[in-house]
T-cell receptor, first 115, second 109 residues
Framework: NAGVTQTPKFQVLKTGQSMTLQCAQDMNHEYMSWYRQDPGMGLRLIHYSVGAGITDQGEVPNGYNVSRSTTEDFPLRLLSAAPSQTSVYFC??????????????FGPGTRLTVL | GNSVTQMEGPVTLSEEAFLTINCTYTATGYPSLFWYVQYPGEGLQLLLKATKADDKGSNKGFEATYRKETTSFHLEKGSVQVSDSAVYFCALNNNDMRFGAGTRLTVKP
C-alpha cells in the first residue's frame, strides 16, 4: 500500500492564481481531511469528508473548496491564492471520523508559497 | 469547545536524559488522546494513543497516561536518543481532531 499520497510536494503561486492540491489514499478509508500547518499553531482542519459525496467545513475553510467524488481522492482547491495561504498542507485519512479512537494516517505534505 | 495546550519548545536535551512534554486538554465528554511525531520533511505519524481515563499509551519507549482528573496527557521517555529529535504533537479526537502547537525536541550526543 502506498498509504496517503499528495502532489505536488512544493508549489509557488502568485496572488490570485488558482490551483488544486491532490490527495489520494489506497486504504479504503471513509474519512479524509485537509489540514494546514503554520509555525506555532499546530495543525488546523480546513475541510473533511466522511465518505464519497459528503464534505464539510473544518476550523479554517475560507478560501478553499473540496469535493469527494470517489473514496480514494480528496482534492483541495485554492480559488484565488493569497499570501495568507502560504503554509504546509497535509491530507489525512482514517477508517471513520465518528470513531474517536481512530488513528489518522497522514500524507507527506505540500509546501505552498504564495507571493 | 475542544482544544489542546502543549508545552512550548524548543526542548534541547542530551542523549540519555529524561523527557517530559506537557499536554493538557479541554473537551466535553470522553475524547481520545494521541501523541503524533513529525520527523523533518515528513508527515505526522501516530506515536501512541489512549482512549479512556487511566489508559496508558506506550510505544518506542515513550509513554503517556490519560488523566481525566487533571485533563492531561503528558509524554515521557526515560532515556532519549539522538534519533528522537523531531516535533511532537498532542491531539484529541472528540468527533473532530484538534492538535496542539507542537514541541520541537532536539537531542544532542
Amino acid at each position: 500500500n502506498a498509504g496517503v499520497t499528495q502532489t505536488p510536494k512544493f508549489q509557488v503561486l502568485k496572488t490570485g492564481q488558482s490551483m488544486t492540491l491532490q490527495c489520494a489514499q489506497d486504504m479504503n478509508h471513509e474519512y479524509m481531511s485537509w489540514y494546514r500547518q503554520d509555525p506555532g499553531m499546530g495543525l488546523r482542519l480546513i475541510h473533511y469528508s466522511v465518505g464519497a459525496g459528503i464534505t464539510d467545513q473544518g476550523e479554517v475553510p475560507n478560501g478553499y473548496n473540496v469535493s469527494r467524488s470517489t473514496t480514494e481522492d480528496f482534492p483541495l482547491r485554492l480559488l484565488s491564492a493569497a499570501p495568507s495561504q502560504t503554509s504546509v498542507y497535509f491530507c489525512a485519512s482514517s477508517t471513520s471520523g465518528s470513531g474517536s479512537y481512530n488513528e489518522q494516517f497522514f500524507g507527506p505534505g505540500t509546501r505552498l508559497t504564495v507571493l | 469547545g475542544n482544544s489542546v495546550t502543549q508545552m512550548e519548545g524548543p526542548v534541547t536535551l542530551s542523549e540519555e536524559a529524561f523527557l517530559t512534554i506537557n499536554c493538557t486538554y479541554t473537551a466535553t465528554g470522553y475524547p481520545s488522546l494521541f501523541w503524533y511525531v513529525q520527523y523533518p520533511g515528513e508527515g505526522l505519524q501516530l506515536l501512541l494513543k489512549a482512549t479512556k481515563a487511566d489508559d496508558k499509551g506506550s510505544n518506542k519507549g515513550f509513554e503517556a497516561t490519560y488523566r481525566k482528573e487533571t485533563t492531561s496527557f503528558h509524554l515521557e521517555k526515560g532515556s532519549v536518543q539522538v534519533s528522537d529529535s523531531a516535533v511532537y504533537f498532542c491531539a484529541l479526537n472528540n468527533n473532530d481532531m484538534r492538535f496542539g502547537a507542537g514541541t520541537r525536541l532536539t537531542v544532542k550526543p
